[in-house]
């Protein structure tokens, strides 16, 4: 398959409140909406403090639409009583969605250091299961993200697009799905083959976009825009979109260098690297 053509406007460019942490989220709603960005996923620490109901129709005011909330999840735990704490945050997460008018919710699923990433599973998937009638009464889907397996220890135990979309098939709900982003998958072998599996499951929820950067000094803060780094973005959109996916482009960059740097001055990086790239 060939890669995609560039993108001709930015009617799918989401940004996520995290990429320009330095913002509180009523600078990031008139920041991206000035510049032609049409969609926001929204970290829940931006939401501390505030009425939600309310910041939501002020992101809806300024054009933007609310493609996500990050993040739910971290269902593994050494103990019941922990899993049980970890439900209830993410139940808390399904009525924070709901308010702010978010139709999903991204879990980064979690992991016990020790545990046998078998058993971390499986708690994922009840976990999951568990939270299907709130997602229902809410009207509020979830998106499994697999993590880069340098996350397994403590972050993931879903590491691969395949094992994501195994969930989804054992859950068998409308309501679960999956959020592939190709800072954790674009070295998989697989991938192609999992996107179209992920297509036929009508579950390619959320589409995430970055850059993996050589080297990487940070696991975690040192992620590139697209364009800094190795990943064949136009070529995994291209298997993306041939499932029939026509939603948002979601720019999450994690980066102690960018944040460092004129916020102004990184939106119009992030747009031009979203014309040039993605």
Request: glycine share 8%; with cysteine.
């Amino acid at each position: 398959m060939n890669p995609s053509a560039p993108l001709p406007d930015l009617s799918r460019l989401c940004i996520h409140t995290i990429t320009t942490k330095p913002w509180a989220i009523e600078t990031s709603a008139a920041k991206f909406a000035a510049a032609g960005v049409k969609g926001i996923t929204v970290w829940r620490d931006t939401l501390a403090g505030r009425d939600i109901a309310k910041t939501g129709q002020l992101l809806r005011d300024h054009g933007l639409s609310i493609v996500s909330l990050c993040r739910g999840g971290f269902f593994p735990a050494a103990t019941a009583a922990d899993r049980a704490k970890a439900l209830d945050d993410n139940r808390k997460a399904i009525a924070e969605a709901h308010a702010l008018g978010a139709p999903l919710i991204v879990l980064v699923c979690g992991a016990v250091p020790g545990q046998p990433l078998t058993e971390s599973r499986k708690q994922i998937t009840d976990g999951i299961a568990a939270l299907l009638p709130d997602c229902q009464a809410a009207g509020v889907k979830l998106a499994i993200e697999p993590l880069h397996p340098m996350y397994a220890d403590s972050r993931s135990a879903v590491n691969t697009l395949g094992q994501a979309n195994d969930m989804v098939e054992q859950l068998k709900s409308p309501f679960v799905g999956v959020a592939a982003d190709v800072y954790h998958l674009w070295w998989d072998p697989a991938l192609e083959t999992e996107i179209a599996r992920c297509g036929k499951l009508n579950a390619l929820f959320a589409y995430h976009v970055c850059d993996w950067r050589t080297p990487t000094i940070d696991l975690l803060n040192d992620r590139g825009l697209m364009g800094e780094g190795c990943i064949p973005l136009r070529q995994i959109r291209a298997w993306v979109e041939a499932t029939g996916f026509k939603g948002f482009n979601e720019v999450e960059v994690f980066s102690t260098r960018l944040w460092a740097m004129d916020q102004d001055e990184y939106l119009k990086k992030i747009v031009q690297a979203y014309q040039q790239h993605v």
